[in-house]
C-alpha cells in the first residue's frame, strides 16, 4: 500500500495519476498517526519551502515524518520533498528543515538563465542504483528556484546531478530514503519508471546494469537544458453545445459562421503526449464571459487528460474574481482551486492580468490581492502564467521615445517605422492602454513565473512568430518566456530560438491540421544543435 502525503498546498493530482496508471492503490494521510503506519510513503512537495514545513508542523506531521525517515524506511520526495530534507533554505532563512540531509537550499542566481528553472534537463547518475537502473539518459521535467549544492558533507546522499548555471543535486538516497528534484508523475515514461521502481521496491535492476564507472562514462559530462515545444489547444463549446478544440486566424475561431472544429480535447491533448510534446496548454477562450466553475465539461477535459498525460498542463481562461446569480462570490483563487484540483499543473491569466496592471499602474503599487499574487503564494510562482494576446499599434516617429515603442523593421499600412504591443482583454475584442513589456514585466515582478506570449497578429498566418515583439519582452523579464502565434514550418522554431532567448515555442493550426508533426520540429532543431528532449 502506498501512502501519499499531501499537505494540501498544491497539485497532487498528478501524482495520484501516475501511481493509479501504474496499477497501484493509494491512501491518503490523514492524521500523524497515518505516517508511521505508511509502507512506502510518497511526499510530493509543491509551493515555498517555508510554507511546507510550517504546514507539516501544523498538522502534527514534523514528528512522525522525522521517525519514519530515521527508521529509513521507504520515502519517495519530489521537488520541496526533496528540498525539505536539507537544513534549511535560503527561500524561508528562519525556517529549519527535516536536518536528514547536511547543507542549504540556495537560489538559482546566475543572471542569465530564466528563474525557475523550468523544463526538461538531463540527470548525471553519481551512483549506480537499482531507482535508476532503467534510466536511460532521457530528459526529466523539473520546475523550481531554489536547489540543493552538493558538498562533501552531503556526498554519501547523493545519486545524481543537474547543471542550470551550476551544478545542483538533483536526486538523493541513503537506504531507502529517496528523493529527486524533478517531477518523475510530469516527465513523461521515463519518469513513470522511475516511480514504478520505487513502488515495486529494491528489486534489482530489470535489465544488466553496467556499474558506476561506465554509467558516469555515458552519461553526458554536462546536462543540457531542452528548448520546450507546446502544443496549444484552444477549447470552446461550438453552436451545438459540444466542446471543441478550434482554431483561429488572428482570434477570429468563426468559417462560414460555424465554429471551427479540430477535434476534441481529451483525444488530441492525448495525440500530442503521445507524439512527443513537451507540455499541453488549454485555453477555455470564452472563459471570460462564461463562469469555468459552471464549464464542467471543461473541467471533465482536465480531469480526464491529467489521467493519460504525464507531462504538465496549462489551463487558462476565466481566472478571476466572479459573482454567481446567486450572489455568492468567487475569488481568482476559487477559481484557479478548482483547475488545480482538476489537473492543471499551471493557470494561465489573461484578461484579469491587464486589468491588474493597469491597478497597480493606478496606484502605484500592489495590494496584495490581485489574483496574480494569491495564486502564486498558494501554488508557487511557477504556478501561474501570463497569457498576453497583443497586436501591433504603429505610430509616428515623434512617438518614438513613448515607452514600449519599438523602431520595427515591419513597416505599417502608412510606411511607420515604430510601433507598440497593445495588450487586449476578452480574446482580443478590446485593446487596452498598456503594452505588452509593461506588461509582462509588472507580473514578473507580482509573482508570475512565465509568460506566454501570442500575437494577434501572426495567429494562424503561418508566416512565423512575431520576433520583434518576442525579443522586447524576452529581453524584458527573467522569467520564461513561451513565443506564440504564427508557426507555419520547422524553420520558424529554429528561427525564435536562434534570435531570441525564449525557453519555448507554442503552435496549434500546424499540429493540429497534421500539416508539421512535433517530432519533425525536433529532428530540425536537433540538426541544428539545438537542445531537444527526445
Ligand atoms: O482572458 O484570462 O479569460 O483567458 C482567455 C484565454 O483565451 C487567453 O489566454 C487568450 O489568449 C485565449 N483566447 C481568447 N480568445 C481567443 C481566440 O483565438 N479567439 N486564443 C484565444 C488565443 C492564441 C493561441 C494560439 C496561438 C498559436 N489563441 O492560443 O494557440 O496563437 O496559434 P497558431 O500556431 O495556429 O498560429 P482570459
Redesign the pocket.
Known amino acids: 500500500m502506498i501512502s501519499l502525503l499531501d499537505y494540501g498546498a498544491g497539485n497532487v493530482r498528478s501524482v495520484r495519476n501516475a501511481i493509479h496508471k501504474l496499477g497501484f492503490q493509494l491512501t491518503e494521510i490523514t492524521k500523524p498517526d497515518d505516517i508511521l503506519a505508511a509502507e512506502r510513503l510518497i511526499f510530493p512537495g509543491v509551493g515555498a519551502f517555508g510554507a511546507a514545513m510550517s504546514r507539516l508542523a501544523a498538522l502534527g506531521y514534523l514528528e512522525p515524518l522525522r521517525a519514519y525517515l530515521a527508521a529509513g524506511r521507504p520515502f519517495l520526495g519530489i521537488c520541496i520533498g526533496l528540498q525539505c530534507l536539507f537544513e534549511g533554505s535560503d527561500e524561508s532563512p528562519d525556517v529549519p528543515g527535516l536536518g536528514l540531509i547536511p547543507g542549504r537550499i540556495r537560489r538559482f542566481d546566475d543572471g542569465r538563465l530564466s528563474v525557475p528553472h523550468m523544463g526538461w534537463n538531463g540527470i548525471r547518475r553519481e551512483r549506480d542504483v537499482p531507482l535508476l537502473a532503467d534510466y536511460d539518459g532521457e530528459k526529466l521535467y523539473f520546475v523550481h528556484s531554489y536547489h540543493a549544492e552538493p558538498t562533501p558533507a552531503n556526498d554519501e546522499w547523493i545519486l545524481a546531478t543537474t547543471d542550470y548555471g551550476v551544478r545542483f543535486v538533483s536526486a538523493v538516497q541513503r537506504g531507502q530514503v529517496a528523493a529527486v528534484q524533478f517531477h518523475p508523475e510530469k516527465s513523461g515514461a521515463a519518469g513513470l519508471r522511475l516511480i514504478e521502481r520505487f513502488l515495486t521496491g529494491d528489486r534489482g535492476p530489470s535489465r544488466p546494469s553496467p556499474g558506476v564507472a561506465a554509467r558516469r562514462a555515458s552519461d553526458s559530462p554536462t546536462t543540457r537544458f531542452a528548448k520546450r515545444i507546446i502544443a496549444?489547444l484552444?477549447v470552446r463549446a461550438n453552436d451545438a453545445g459540444d466542446l471543441v478544440v478550434t482554431?483561429?486566424d488572428q482570434?477570429?475561431?468563426r468559417e462560414a459562421g460555424e465554429v471551427r472544429n479540430l477535434g476534441k480535447p481529451v483525444e488530441l491533448a492525448q495525440r500530442y503526449y503521445d507524439e512527443g510534446a513537451d507540455e499541453i496548454a488549454f485555453?477555455?477562450?470564452t472563459?471570460?464571459r462564461d463562469f469555468p466553475l459552471a464549464d464542467q465539461p471543461m473541467l471533465e477535459v482536465l480531469r480526464r487528460t491529467s489521467e493519460n498525460v504525464f507531462v504538465p498542463l496549462t489551463i487558462?481562461?476565466?481566472?478571476?474574481a466572479f459573482t454567481d446569480a446567486d450572489g455568492r462570490h468567487y475569488s481568482a483563487l476559487d477559481v484557479a482551486d478548482e483547475y488545480f484540483r482538476s489537473g492543471a499543473d499551471k493557470i494561465?491569466?489573461?484578461?484579469?492580468a491587464v486589468a491588474t496592471v493597469e491597478q497597480v499602474l493606478a496606484r502605484g503599487g500592489p495590494d496584495g490581492t490581485s489574483a496574480i499574487e494569491q495564486i502564486a503564494t498558494v501554488y508557487g510562482n511557477q504556478a501561474v502564467v501570463i497569457?498576453i494576446?497583443p497586436r501591433r499599434v504603429y505610430v509616428d516617429a515623434s512617438e518614438a521615445s513613448r515607452p514600449g515603442v519599438i523602431e520595427t523593421a515591419l513597416p505599417g499600412p502608412g510606411g511607420e517605422r515604430h510601433c507598440w504591443f497593445q495588450c487586449t482583454?476578452?480574446?482580443?475584442r478590446e485593446g487596452r492602454p498598456v503594452d505588452a513589456v509593461t506588461l509582462a514585466r509588472i507580473c514578473e515582478w507580482l509573482g508570475a513565473g512565465e509568460i506566454?506570449l501570442?500575437?494577434i497578429d501572426?495567429?494562424?498566418?503561418?508566416s512565423g512568430f512575431d520576433l520583434e515583439l518576442v525579443k522586447a519582452v524576452s529581453d524584458a523579464v527573467s522569467i520564461p518566456v513561451i513565443a506564440?502565434?504564427?508557426?507555419g514550418g520547422v524553420e520558424h522554431f529554429a528561427e525564435v530560438f536562434a534570435r531570441t532567448d525564449v525557453e519555448a515555442a507554442?503552435?496549434?493550426?500546424?499540429f493540429h491540421r497534421r500539416e508539421v508533426p512535433i517530432a519533425a520540429v525536433k529532428a530540425h532543431l536537433r540538426s541544428l544543435g539545438i537542445e531537444v528532449r527526445h
Open positions: 496549444c484552444d482554431k483561429g482570434y477570429d475561431v485555453l477555455n477562450i472563459g471570460f487558462g481562461g476565466g481566472i478571476r494561465s491569466i489573461g484578461s484579469d497569457s494576446d482583454v476578452k480574446g482580443g506566454l501570442n500575437s501572426r495567429d494562424g498566418t503561418g506564440s502565434s504564427g508557426a507554442l503552435a496549434a493550426g500546424i
